[in-house]
């Protein structure tokens, strides 16, 4: 069973940076995909970032140039690197991992991941 834990999250303000880490545990094999959602009060969730073993990583559209994503293979461990943050940032921020074999890149929905954290907050003041 994959455990994912999330730390990093927390205040900052408006322009800041913030980085989030997850570290997967029960990962036995490559290949897997990590990656980050977030829920917006009063939004849904919605996809941030993801990277696939030994590819290139897949960001949001709204979100690139400012984030980025990161994987230590040989850690499991993802991070998530957030610079010039607005208050719209402002969210729940999880971590999903996906071990199965049913594709060969990171998904970008909610369905493609069967392992959720349970969420760090992000809080970001003007």
């Known amino acids: 069973q994959v455990q994912l834990v999330e730390s990093g999250g927390g205040s900052v303000q408006a322009g800041g940076s913030m980085t989030l880490s997850c570290v997967a545990s029960g990962i036995t094999s490559s290949p897997y995909s990590m990656g980050w959602f977030r829920q917006i009060p009063g939004k849904g969730r919605e996809h941030v970032a993801c990277i696939y073993t030994g590819l290139s990583p897949l960001i949001a559209d709204s979100l690139k140039g400012r984030f980025t994503i990161s994987l230590d293979d040989a850690k499991s461990t993802a991070s998530l690197q957030m610079d010039s943050l607005t208050p719209e940032d402002t969210a729940m921020y999880y971590c999903?991992?996906?071990?199965?074999?049913?594709?060969?890149?990171?998904?970008?929905?909610?369905?493609?991941?069967?392992?959720w954290g349970q969420g760090t907050q992000v809080a970001v003041s003007s």
């Open positions: 999903v991992a996906d071990t199965s074999d049913t594709r060969t890149w990171c998904g970008w929905r909610e369905r493609d991941y069967q392992y």
